[in-house]
């Protein structure tokens, strides 16, 4: 592994807790084989699956006082949501923090809770890895999702909006505009 690579993973361990520290492990090795079964660099996806949750365990008054002093702008719905906020704030420290280069991995860092139309190859599999990771135990037809990872990755990442929508709607949490933009997005694009 590169040297960066050590790097950032022995700077997660140092700001994330335990728990979240084994979450973003399991998505770094999640994310690195499926970079191996889509023909992409495994270290990228491994990087971009260590950096994803870096802006978690940040309590939540810092998290909105961050955002208004790197100037990061906030919907309406992230504004009332705090778990929903470290995804742009932790794009912005992967860049400016963590010194992370390529964009692609700082886009799938942003993109990963809520996902975007039209997402690459390389925000996918974040968004994918996040959810199916070892350690989730708690979300419905993993094993089917799990499966479509390796086999569909636009049909997993559907499936993951659509039991994310019906998670949100029966805890009556706000959905993120984005969430319903890009679950309408892969519902009428799917390969
Ligand atoms: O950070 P993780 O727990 O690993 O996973 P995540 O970043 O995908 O999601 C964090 C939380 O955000 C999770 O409880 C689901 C929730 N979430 C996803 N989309 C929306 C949302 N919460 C709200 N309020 N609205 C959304 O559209
Ligand atoms: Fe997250
Ligand atoms: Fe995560």
């Keep these: 592994m590169n040297e960066k690579i050590i790097d950032i993973k022995h700077k997660m361990k140092k700001v994330l807790d335990k728990d979240r520290y084994q979450h973003t492990l399991g998505v770094a090795y999640t994310a690195s084989c499926m970079a191996m079964r889509y023909g992409l660099d495994p270290d990228r996806l491994f990087l971009a699956g260590l950096l994803h949750d870096c802006a978690k365990n940040i309590p939540n008054g810092e998290k909105y006082a961050l955002c208004k002093k790197y100037r990061i702008e906030l919907n309406e719905t ?45 925000e996918k599999i974040i968004f994918t890895a996040d959810y199916i990771e ?35 709607n029966s805890k009556d949490r706000p959905v993120d505009p984005m969430t319903k933009e890009t679950y309408d997005y892969y519902m009428t694009h799917r390969s």
């Design 78 to 122: 992230e504004k009332k949501a705090p778990s929903l906020v470290h995804a742009k704030l932790g794009a912005y420290l992967a860049e400016h923090t963590y010194g992370i280069k390529d964009p692609e991995i700082i886009r799938a860092v942003r993109n990963h809770t809520t996902g975007r139309p039209g997402m690459s190859i390389i």
């Design 134 to 168: 070892l350690h989730r135990d708690q979300a419905p037809n993993l094993p089917e999702i799990r499966h479509m990872a390796f086999t569909d990755l636009d049909d997993a990442v559907l499936k993951i909006l659509s039991d994310t929508l019906v998670f949100l």
